[in-house]
């Protein structure tokens, strides 16, 4: 099993900057993907980073050139840094694994952290 634990939401004004940290525990060998997602009320959650084991990133159009997705293996941890946030950027954020264990495809998330954006 993987478990994953969210820190750094918060208020922010906008054009600030959060970061965002998600520690892996568990069987941290079998994770593929790490990645941040968001989602606000009543809407879908939805993909706004992603990093593979191979350093390989992916983001969403929104976000791209303000956030960026990191991997610290030392630490088992990844970060989401945001930049020049915007008030539509507040959502509650969940972090995301994925992995293959004993054959098996799992998909994991945290208990997620709220971002606001608002003067």
């Known amino acids: 099993q993987v478990q994953l634990v969210e820190s750094g939401g918060g208020l922010v004004q906008p054009g600030g900057s959060l970061r965002l940290s998600c520690a892996a525990s568990?069987?941290?060998?079998?994770?593929?993907?790490m990645g941040w997602y968001r989602q606000g009320p009543g809407k879908q959650r939805d993909l706004v980073a992603s990093?593979?084991?191979?350093?390989?990133?992916n983001y969403a159009d929104s976000v791209k050139g303000r956030f960026t997705i990191s991997r610290d293996y030392a630490k088992n941890t990844v970060y989401l840094q945001m930049n020049s946030l915007k008030p539509e950027d507040r959502d509650v954020y969940y972090c995301?694994?994925?992995?293959?264990?004993?054959?098996?495809?799992?998909?994991?998330w945290g208990q997620g952290t709220q971002v606001t954006v608002s003067s």
């Open positions: 990093i593979t084991t191979g350093g390989s990133t």
């Open positions: 995301n694994a994925q992995g293959v264990i004993h054959g098996s495809p799992y998909i994991r």
């Open positions: 568990g069987s941290i060998f079998s994770i593929s993907v």
